[in-house]
């Protein structure tokens, strides 16, 4: 049946770009130790990751993680689950990773907020995302596009301010690369933990969780 599941295996692997797929092994390279990737999908990043990292993968797509399994190896563990609601302690992980996640997930100040929780204080976040354009022509043909990409793209956001999310959820960005440009700008990163305090975060619990209401950015 032709579902996005179905596209994002047997078609998207074939088109994908040869930049994006050595960015999927720059990023998965980097990855250490007890691993969390969001959205793991069909688990493209899979075959990237060292032998010595724990990888944990989550998604709720069942049929995307069948495919992943395929991927995946001994030290490869994949639940179903969304990433607004992880099912894990506070500072599990050394590393999490997002590729192409954030534009598909309902509520993304609340995964990022997840993230910054179960991030170990030293751990850091690796990401690679589509976001919004910041050209008034492509970001106008991006609002255009929007309705009928979602519904071929598994709900997927042409237009979600990822990076400003990403730095009010307390994730501060200490590296960034822009890998494409035009309807689909393509950014790569690392974000670190900052440390939140209750004079950045005015209201904020005592755990450093923001205050920022959940809401859906664009
Ligand atoms: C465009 S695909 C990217 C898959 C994979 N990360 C990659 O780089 O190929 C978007 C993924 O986000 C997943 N997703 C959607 N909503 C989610 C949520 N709330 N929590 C975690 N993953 C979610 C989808 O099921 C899908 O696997």
Same mark, same amino acid.
């Given at each position: 049946?032709?579902?996005?599941?179905?596209?994002?295996?047997?078609?998207?692997?074939?088109?994908?770009? !040869?930049?994006?797929?050595?960015?999927?092994?720059?990023?998965?390279?980097?990855? !250490?130790?007890?691993? #969390?990737?969001?959205?793991?999908?069909?688990?493209?990043?899979?075959?990237?990751?060292?032998?010595?990292?724990?990888? $944990?993968?989550?998604?709720?797509?069942?049929?995307?993680?069948?495919?992943?399994?395929?991927?995946?190896?001994?030290?490869? !563990?994949?639940?179903?689950?969304?990433?607004? @609601?992880?099912?894990?302690?506070?500072?599990?992980?050394?590393?999490?990773?997002?590729?192409?996640?954030?534009?598909?997930?309902?509520?993304?100040?609340?995964?990022?907020?997840?993230?910054?929780?179960? #991030?170990?204080? @030293?751990?850091?976040?690796?990401?690679?995302?589509?976001?919004?354009?910041?050209?008034?022509?492509?970001?106008?043909?991006?609002?255009?596009?929007?309705?009928?990409?979602? !519904?071929?793209?598994?709900?997927?956001?042409?237009?979600?301010?990822?990076?400003?999310?990403?730095?009010?959820?307390?994730? @501060?960005?200490? @590296?960034?690369?822009?890998?494409?440009?035009? #309807? #689909?700008?393509?950014?790569?990163? $690392?974000?670190?933990? $900052?440390?939140?305090?209750?004079?950045?975060?005015?209201?904020?619990?005592?755990?450093?969780?923001?205050?920022?209401?959940?809401?859906?950015?664009?």
């Amino acid at each position: 049946m032709l579902s996005f599941a179905w596209f994002y295996e047997k078609i998207y692997p074939r088109i994908e770009p !040869r930049r994006i797929r050595e960015q999927r092994r720059a990023i998965a390279g980097k990855a !250490r130790r007890a691993v #969390l990737e969001i959205g793991v999908g069909n688990g493209l990043n899979l075959p990237y990751y060292r032998r010595s990292t724990d990888i $944990t993968g989550i998604d709720p797509d069942r049929r995307l993680l069948t495919y992943a399994y395929r991927r995946s190896t001994d030290n490869t !563990r994949l639940i179903p689950g969304h990433a607004e @609601e992880l099912p894990f302690k506070d500072e599990s992980f050394d590393t999490v990773v997002s590729t192409f996640t954030f534009c598909s997930v309902r509520n993304p100040c609340r995964v990022a907020t997840e993230i910054r929780r179960v #991030l170990k204080t @030293e751990g850091c976040f690796l990401f690679m995302e589509h976001v919004v354009s910041g050209n008034q022509v492509w970001h106008s043909l991006q609002r255009w596009l929007q309705p009928c990409w979602g !519904r071929l793209f598994g709900g997927c956001c042409l237009t979600r301010k990822t990076l400003d999310i990403f730095k009010q959820a307390g994730l @501060e960005i200490i @590296e960034l690369q822009r890998l494409s440009g035009g #309807l #689909l700008p393509i950014v790569s990163g $690392t974000a670190l933990k $900052t440390p939140f305090n209750n004079y950045d975060n005015p209201g904020g619990d005592k755990n450093g969780r923001q205050k920022v209401a959940y809401t859906n950015f664009g």
